[in-house]
DNA sequence: AAAGAACCTTAACCTAGATTAAGGTTTTTA
DNA sequence: TAAAAACCTTAATCTAGGTTAAGGTTCTTT
């Protein structure tokens, strides 16, 4: 639980992290410190933008983002939220090395981990803790992402809504309805009206 | 390019596709081999139905899957098309070992190599190869869903058929109308009226 | 070779959700 | 602390795509 006095402890979220997959001891540790820088990140600010190439695995220690795509008549869709303990990444376009079609931004001020292409492709190469941390971390991510389509083919805006409510009951304390409606595919409007039917039932 | 003569040739494909990723040794090849099985599946034939957990990695060989939910109101919503070279699983199901909500069924008679739970986890423990090569495998699996995730978001029904056309060309000559339908989250009926209008400009 | 099943198309009508517009409230920023 | 920006709601109108129904064609199975 504790960790060794030379680690610093701004760092211990992302270790922590970890752990829930693999133990991790202070060689495997060492190895990352070196690797993993710290920003801060003020609301409203991009840490990717569409034509840029993700150059970083980001894992967010505080704060909120939303990871979005904007259409040709620049509409917003919200593909993920990404809060404590999670990563806001564009997989796609950091490993092909491919400009981005996505946004990222911070929706709550955000204090990051961030770790860049060469350091992470170190880390798979020498310890392959990596490979399966990063294999049940993505597992875990597509599984989500998968349910997502799922719900969005199989069910209607007012059912996806209260299974997000159930699903993510803090998350729809934190965020704005425009950013829920942007979610579940829907316009702010129409997000007003499926609530006010639920109430006055 | 050429396998060891106690390699069966059947398992070929397989460690072609391993091949694709990390080069794959004689000891590699000796660890996975015991821990496959062939299978012929019919046309009509489901590996998966909907409340079984999902008990193998399933490699497709030859012939076309199609892996799909039921709604409440029984209708049928593709999430993917799976081919040559490709891998059909439930991946929730099979690591979470619950029950699935998929159906994975032929749509041509198909040849499948499978490795069940245990046999996959001893490959992840015993060679961090495996764990390597399945990181990247569902890196794309993500990559690919979370492009279908933002077509079916920022695109009409009749740009999404005309990239799949373009992206699977091979595909929409081999399935029937009324399949590609339920993949883009359309009737068959309005996939009718997306051609006539397409032909007649 | 025939019967049944699956598939494809057309057309009339229907609906979930979008769009537009407007007014009120809360939050952010200068 | 005031102006600007973001947010929320309501309501009228519009539209992409669904539904139902029906007839014709092409596979599959016996």
Sequence with gaps: M???????SNIAPLIEHF???????ADDMAMLLP???????????FILQEGDVCQH????????FKIYKVDEKGGE??????????????????????????????IEPAHILQIKRPDLLFLYVNNPKFDRNFRVIIENKF???????LQSFCESATERYLKFLEQYPELSQRLPNTQ????????????SKIRKDLVSK
Tied chains: 1, 2.
């Design 19 to 25: 752990k829930d997959y693999l133990p991790m001891d």
């Design 77 to 106: 869709h919200n593909i993920q939220f990404v809060t404590e303990n999670d990563w806001a990444t564009d997989i796609g376009s950091f490993h092909a090395e491919k400009p981005s079609e996505l946004y990222i931004e911070a």
């Design 143 to 149: 599984v989500e992402l998968q349910n997502r389509l």
């Design 2 to 8: 504790t960790l060794p006095d030379l680690i610093p």
């Design 35 to 45: 690797r993993v820088s710290e920003r801060q990140i003020k609301r409203r600010q």
């Design 57 to 64: 695995y980001n894992f967010v220690v505080r704060g909120c």
């Design 180 to 191: 829920i409606a942007s979610y579940l595919g829907i316009t702010p409007e129409f997000l």
